[in-house]
């Protein structure tokens, strides 16, 4: 039987890898661009990344939650925090604003108090790794301890030599030789 991570590649190469001139989050320019929105938040594709990343992080001892910044980790999280029920691997979710709350608590991180907690960062896509250092900066400022950052698709460019560089693990479930792109 085909494994989740082989039905996601497929399911990727063959709706979320579009072709042309595309400015990228960092400012740099790019000839394709991997849309994960389109299945992160699909009823196939979404209990796969669940599995995928449960299998990618299953190993790290003491994790209580996964999120990232939003929106791109949002539904991460959220697969992999409902497939891990499924699974019986117990984690909550949590989502870093990009700017704290200008009203109500003010905060940037929304869910669990994560004072003292392990967490993993997660990514939809990691390009250069800003947006996930960007989450773990305010991660830290809650008191959360990060355990590792994990990716579904890394980018090459060159997101873990920059978290690595900054203390953390990072993991990434697939890489661009499993899509048949090369780095830019
Ligand atoms: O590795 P980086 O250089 O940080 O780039 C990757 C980021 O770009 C995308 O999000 P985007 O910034 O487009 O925002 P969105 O999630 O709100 O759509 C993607 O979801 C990652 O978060
Ligand atoms: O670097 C980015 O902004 C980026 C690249 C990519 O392929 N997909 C994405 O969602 N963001």
Do not use: W
């Not at 990727?12 to 389109?38: N, P, W």
């Not at 979710?93 to 905060?107: A, I, L, M, N, Q």
């Not at 890394?154 to 780095?183: C, H, V």
């Amino acid at each position: 039987m085909t494994s989740a991570r082989e039905q996601l590649i497929e399911l990727i190469k063959d709706e979320a890898v579009f072709h042309g001139d595309f400015t990228l989050t960092s400012g740099k320019k790019a000839t394709y661009y991997i849309d994960m929105r389109k299945l992160s938040l699909d009823h196939r594709a979404a209990p796969l990344i669940g599995q995928v990343m449960l299998d990618l992080i299953g190993d790290i001892d003491g994790v209580v939650a996964v999120g990232g910044l939003t929106m791109g980790a949002d539904p991460i999280a959220s697969a992999i925090m409902h497939q891990g029920v499924a699974r019986g691997e117990v984690y909550d979710s949590f989502v870093v604003r990009k700017e704290p709350k200008d009203h109500g608590r003010g905060r940037q991180v929304e869910g669990p108090d994560l004072n003292g907690k392990r967490v993993v960062v997660v990514e939809d896509t990691s390009t250069t790794g800003g947006s996930p250092l960007k989450a773990i900066e305010a991660l830290k400022k809650v008191g959360a301890e990060i355990a590792a950052v994990a990716v579904v698709v890394d980018r090459q460019a060159p997101a873990k030599e920059r978290i690595e560089s900054e203390g953390y693990e990072y993991r990434f479930a697939i890489g661009l030789e499993d899509l048949g792109l090369s780095p830019q």
